[in-house]
């Protein structure tokens, strides 16, 4: 890979960062209701909210290097998201644009890239997560509409979110599992619909349960053809997916583990002396190295206009190496005082770590569990015999 940027590509990142400096002052709250319009406003009249969306859309038509800059140059001053409704943006608009209906394309596109509402995601069921193609949660044709019976769980923002996409069983072949799988659209407000909040040991419910008895959806609803829902659901739609981006976040962990291990003793001297530590804290910097790396590596095969698939097992792998590893060093750095949670005055860094100990668990399972992608890395790539 060429690591210079061309002129276009300068001038663009440039760009993005006299905007940085103007519109993300030092020291802005960035929870701030007012200042969050603002921004919104104004990375959507520069059509970064869906950069890679064709223009036709409303998206900016930014190509794949322009996209992985602007994430970069984003999360480099961990500015705000360009755009909040988040699932929308990542899935359920690029599904959209390459397999909606005319009607499905002016209906929800526009609110997606303006942020009005929350899409949630309905796909795995109790007993099928990893094996999604097994679900169960079924969708009967009635005139005009869909009645769906079933559950959905671990469901992300499930107990506010305004439109769902929702995968359901049309058919049934135990030959063919992926074939008789629907997706659609479903309002969240429709009746039969039970909503269920699941807490977990961080806190407050991000998840929940969702029930659906008899609850009828317009067949105009549905996305793509009946029996094409794990296609729609695997929406090929260019977006950059190296991940480099996210090698900021975690070069600040690494910082912030650094700085603690200088704060906290172990055998009566920094703990950043200590070889076993300094071990430790050396393995996560290899590991960041080597995802940064890869995450270029794929960026330059997208570049030349390879498909990608599962390479990105690699990083997903790495990076949950490290979710566990920081939540754990975090608190065997700080010895009896990682006792003390949030809310205590004794609390070191007013009880990050704690925190960071009991969200890992999030991170490593959403999105695919560690067996998983070595299942994917073993037979796709290495070329070993189904599990
Ligand atoms: C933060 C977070 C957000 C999520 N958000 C959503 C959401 O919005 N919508 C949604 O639909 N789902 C969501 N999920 C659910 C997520 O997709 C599933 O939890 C995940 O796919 C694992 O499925 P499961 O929980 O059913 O576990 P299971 O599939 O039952 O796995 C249990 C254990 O068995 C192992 N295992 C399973 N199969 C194999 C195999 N073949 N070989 C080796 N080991 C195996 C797994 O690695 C795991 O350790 C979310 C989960 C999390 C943690």
New binding site residues.
Partial sequence: MDFELGKEEESFRDEVRAFLDENLPEGVDKRDPAFMKGWLARVRAKRWVGYAWPEEFGGGGGTLMKQAILKQEMTSRTAPPLGTCLMGLQWVGPSIIKYGTEAQKQRFLPDILDSKYQW?????EP??????AALQCKAVRDGDDYVVTGQ???????TFAEWMILLVRTSWDPEHKHDGITCLLVDMSSEGIEKRPINTMAGPA??AEIFFNEVRVPVDQRLGDEGQGWQVTLSSLANERSGISEINSLVRRLQKTKDLAKKCLRNGSPASEDPFVRRRIARCDVIIEAMRLNGLRFLTAQLRGEPLSSETSINKLHRATLEVEFGELGLVLQGDASQYVKGSSEAIDRGFWQKVSLVW???V????????QK?IIAERMLGLPK?
């Fill in positions: 949630c995601t309905g796909f795995s007993g099928c997560g990893s094996d999604l959905k769980i671990w469901t992300t923002m499930g991000m998840f668990p999030e991170t399972i959403g999105g695919g569990t560690p067996n998983i299942n599990d």
